[in-house]
C-alpha cells in the first residue's frame, strides 16, 4: 500500500494506492505539506457564545427551519443537512435562542458550526 496526497480545487486528500502485480522498484517521496482548506465563504463569522452546533458530516445545507434569532427548544429540528442524498435533520442540543452561522444551499464539512445556541 502507498499512500499519497492528492489536490483536488485547494483541497487536499489522502489517499492509500495498493499495488497490483510486479513492482518495477521502491521510489521514495517527500510527503506533502498539510494544507489547510480556506472555509466557505457562506459562513459567517461565530460571535455568539453559546453551544455550538456542529456538522457531523460533510454535506448541502437543504433547508433551514427556523429563522435566525428564534427560540428553540432542546431536540428541535433546526436544519436539514443533505449527504450522500439523504436528508439528515440537525437539532437543537439545548433550549436558547438560535444564531444561524451558513445559508440554504451551502456546502459544508464535518465539525462546520452550523449554528449556535445561547
Sequence with gaps: MRNFVVTIDGKSYSVGVEEVGESVGE????????????????QKAVTANGEKVLSPFPGLIKNILVADG????????????????????ITAPCDGKVTLNVAKGANVETNAVLAVIG
Design 70 to 89: 428564534a427560540s428553540v427548544k432542546k431536540d428541535q429540528p433546526i436544519i436539514v443537512l443533505e449527504a450522500m442524498k439523504m436528508d439528515n435533520e
Design 27 to 42: 521510489q521514495v517521496y517527500a510527503p506533502a505539506p498539510s494544507v489547510e482548506a480556506p472555509k466557505p465563504a457562506t
